[in-house]
Nanobody, 121 residues
């Protein structure tokens, strides 16, 4: 089982990025995928999740700016990030959970390696 997060980079405030989480070694159809971020000196926090039934959840801090989607045929989940802010600067991770989006981080069983997002002018 592997999750490969990519798409990070350096972007100016107000800019956009699209993160991708490519799953391998299992069939994505039966799993939820969550996106998390960890800023320097801060705890990892959940940002968004999409369930196996396409239910979508967002943290208040990103509602209206970010959109999560999935393409099970490509075994990939995307996070479209618009109107980026410096506070979005972090290492971004994707993780897997069976079917529904969990309430607790420990319920995710596999994690990707992370991709750096830096929002700065």
């Amino acid at each position: 089982v592997q999750l490969q997060a990519s798409g990070g980079g350096l972007v100016q405030p107000g800019g956009s990025l699209r993160l991708s989480c490519v799953a391998s070694g299992f069939t994505l159809d039966y799993y939820a995928i969550g996106w998390f971020r960890q800023a320097p000196g801060k705890e990892r926090e959940g940002v968004s999740c999409i369930s196996s039934r396409d239910q979508r959840f967002y943290a208040d801090s990103v509602k209206g700016r970010f959109t999560i989607s999935r393409d099970d045929a490509k075994n990939t989940v995307y996070l479209q990030m618009n109107s980026l802010k410096p506070v979005d600067t972090a290492i971004w991770y994707c993780a897997r959970a069976p079917n529904a989006c969990p309430r607790r981080m420990y319920e995710y069983d596999y994690w990707g390696q992370g991709t750096q997002v830096t929002v700065s002018s």
